[in-house]
Nanobody
Framework: QQQLVESGGGLVQPGESLRLSCAYS????????IGWFRQAPGKEREFVGA???????YFGSSVKGRATVSRDIVKDTVHLQMNSLKPEDTAVYFC????????????????WGQGTQVTVSS
């Protein structure tokens, strides 16, 4: 069964960094765009960043300059590195797969992980 599993969330202080991981199974995902979304309480799910099959990356405006997405080809894992974390970064972070070269809208992603909680607080 094709699936994605997020890990690496936790409690961090403002200004610190965190790396999330998205491990995916299923050979088809190697040709998919892997994206990251987040959802805070009372807010809509928000696009964070993504990496396509050519390892091109793009990011949402709220995290530009603070986020990096990378791919470990051997381990079939995508990482989201976030720096200079702010309290407003607190959310459940999801990874997802889309069969599109560029995908920033939730409806374009057809496979989702269960999410990992990131809390930024003093």
């Amino acid at each position: 069964q094709q699936q994605l599993v997020e890990s690496g969330g936790g409690l961090v202080q403002p200004g610190e960094s965190l790396r999330l991981s998205c491990a995916y199974s299923g050979r088809a995902f190697r040709g998919y765009t892997i994206g990251w979304f987040r959802q805070a309480p009372g807010k809509e799910r928000e696009f964070v960043g993504a990496i396509n099959r050519r390892n091109g990356t793009y990011f949402g405006s709220s995290v530009k300059g603070r986020a990096t997405v990378s791919r470990d080809i051997v381990k079939d894992t995508v990482h989201l590195q976030m720096n200079s974390l702010k309290p407003e970064d607190t959310a459940v972070y999801f990874c997802a797969a889309a069969d599109r070269f560029i995908a920033t809208i939730i409806g374009e992603y057809v496979h989702w992980g269960q999410g990992t909680q990131v809390t930024v607080s003093s």
